[in-house]
């Protein structure tokens, strides 16, 4: 198969410290891919290395055949890499569907392409149509989570990054997340899915890695890390 993203030995560190330890990770056009591990072991940070806010030290990214390792972040997200971050970041004081405009900004002038995604993301999310003119603020954490994510759709992306999506929501909203999450994919988007909730997300992925203290440590296919006994007791417990 051939892959859309490929992380190969990469270091990256805060100051002294160093957050990620030879990672080597892989994702394919048609894949959702999961990053499990528990608090601190360096999922975010490898979101930020490929998104460009954390600058790896070595090893190498590349992204559709292209090295993207040393680019700046507009760069990587004009590729195409779009990155929703843990805890959402939407603007409260905006209604729904400004926030969901600003997703498709580097494509404002092409209203067609607008128009089009936003109708596919209110199909997506019929719940965010009803509270079009709603400001965002207002809403539930998983309506917010909805607009953080079709924010990311109106963009187009060619692959989507998405920092614990189900965090503090409630188990039938977190299956209503990972259910649009399945169907994005379905429509020819790759994911890279990173979860503290484990059982959640080897639900709908394919395959999955483990990292524990900035090194991966375990990766295999969803259906043979649901099954692994270490997996289940350290991860799969707790939800
Ligand atoms: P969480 O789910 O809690 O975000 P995580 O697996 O995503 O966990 P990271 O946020 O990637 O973990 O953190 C990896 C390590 O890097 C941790 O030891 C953390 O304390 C450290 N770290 C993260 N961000 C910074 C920062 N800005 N400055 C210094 N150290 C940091």
Known sequence: ??????????????GKIQALKTISLEVGQAEIVALLGSNGAGKSTTLKSIS????????????????????????????GIVHVPEGRHIFGGLTVRENLELGSFTKRKDHVFVKRTLEHV??????????????????????????????????????????EPSMGLAPIIVQEIMKIIKRINAEGTPILLVEQNAKAALKLAHK?????TGQITMQDSAEK???DDSIVKAYLAYH
């Open 1 to 14: 198969m051939s892959h859309v993203l490929e992380l190969s030995q990469v270091d990256a560190y805060y």
């Open 225 to 227: 890390l649901r099954q």
């Open 122 to 163: 209110f199909d997506l999310f019929p719940r965010l149509k009803e509270r079009e003119r709603q400001k965002a603020g207002t809403l539930s954490g998983g309506e917010q989570q909805m607009v953080a994510i079709g924010r990311a759709i109106m963009s187009g992306p060619k692959l989507l990054m998405l920092d």
């Open 208 to 212: 999955g890695y483990v990292m524990e």
């Open 52 to 79: 460009g806010l954390v600058r790896p030290r070595n090893g190498s990214i590349r992204f559709m055949g292209e090295d993207i390792g040393k680019l700046a972040p507009h760069e990587i997200v004009e590729r």
